[in-house]
């Protein structure tokens, strides 16, 4: 599966700050980067960046990167805001194109669910838009909104390296859920060190005597 993780907006991007003047972008490419590692944990899995910490990535380049790739999936982090100071509006909301193509309602779905599971925060539900890159994406594509940075608590819990691996992560587990990804098994090796070889019994007891006095373990076989 060929997943595009979208940072929203760049360090430049006007007015994405909170009021205390964290900037938007540092919390998705943080969300990114939790949700990259942790999709790289499954089987038959890729991830592209649509954004970069270079330059402010237009939106039509982000989606024409993304269609140009082929990926399968699209999901876009970002944070939300209402007004310009602090004030009580807060919570997750997921957000599909506005004609709600069924598979991006489903992973919507899903992805609502682990996002808000992880945050502890309000459930806004899923949305409709006109958004450009859920309207100009050719793949499944959603845009999640991990809380405010206009509420105060909600800007603490943004600024936070622990909530954005958890609202990585929960990204990563919506989109493996979706696409129905396996994990990657864990295997282990063992290598064995040989210290020699003989052909009377007595030559090898005496050695792994010697290695057992010095600490190593020692034993025995006969080929």
Known sequence: MKIAIDAGHGYSTPGKRSPSGMKE???NRAAALSAKAALLTYENTEVFFTHSDQED???KLRTDSANKWGADVFVSIHANAFGNGWNNAGGIETYVYKTKPAPAVKLA?????RVVSAAGLANRGVKAADFHVLRETKMTAVLVECGFMTNQKEAALL???Q????????VALAVAEYCNLTKKSLKSSLYKVQTGAFSKKENAEALAAKLRK???QAFISRD
């Open 109 to 113: 779905n899903i992805l609502q669910t």
């Open 163 to 170: 909530y954005r691996e958890s609202c990585g992560e929960a």
């Open 25 to 27: 972008y540092e919390f």
């Open 214 to 216: 010095a600490g190593f």
């Open 159 to 161: 600024g936070s390296t």
């Open 57 to 59: 990535v237009s939106l």
